[in-house]
């Protein structure tokens, strides 16, 4: 595969990653009620979800900005993502009239995939 290909599609798909995980952070921010009501006792649960939306925003913008330097940064990425899919997998067959645990699983195991194809790739062409 020619690096400066590769190169190319990581910034295209991180900087959709970056975008997309930037609008549903705005989102998740103004409308939390859509998501999931924030309650005393949900606060704390919220404001980590948050926290990792924001997290995975600034890794995708990293990668974004120098794939080159920052594709080891697929490795975070991709753990969370499938961490959070298979978590919500679990949680959907515990809770199945939360619909969002669906949409999760594929939305966030999708990206997953995405991620870990992407590190193998840069993993072989352009570790250095």
């Known amino acids: ?6 190169i190319m599609i990581i ?8 975008l997309g995980f ?5 989102l998740y921010v103004l409308m939390p009620a859509k998501f999931s009501p924030v309650m005393e006792h949900s606060a704390f649960w919220y404001a980590l979800g948050l926290a990792f939306m924001v997290t995975v925003t600034v890794l995708a913008l990293m990668i974004f900005l120098d794939p080159k330097r920052y594709w080891v940064l697929l490795v975070p990425l991709a753990a969370g993502k499938l961490t959070s899919s298979v978590t919500s997998l679990y949680l959907s067959q515990l809770y199945p009239s939360v619909q969002w645990l669906k949409l999760t699983v594929v939305t966030d195991g999708t990206i997953a995939i995405i991620a870990i194809i ?7 062409y352009l570790r250095g």
């Open 1 to 6: 595969m020619n690096v400066r290909i590769l």
């Open 11 to 18: 910034k295209i798909i991180s900087l959709i990653g970056f």
């Open 22 to 26: 930037a609008a549903f952070t705005v």
């Open 118 to 124: 992407l590190l193998i790739l840069s993993y072989i």
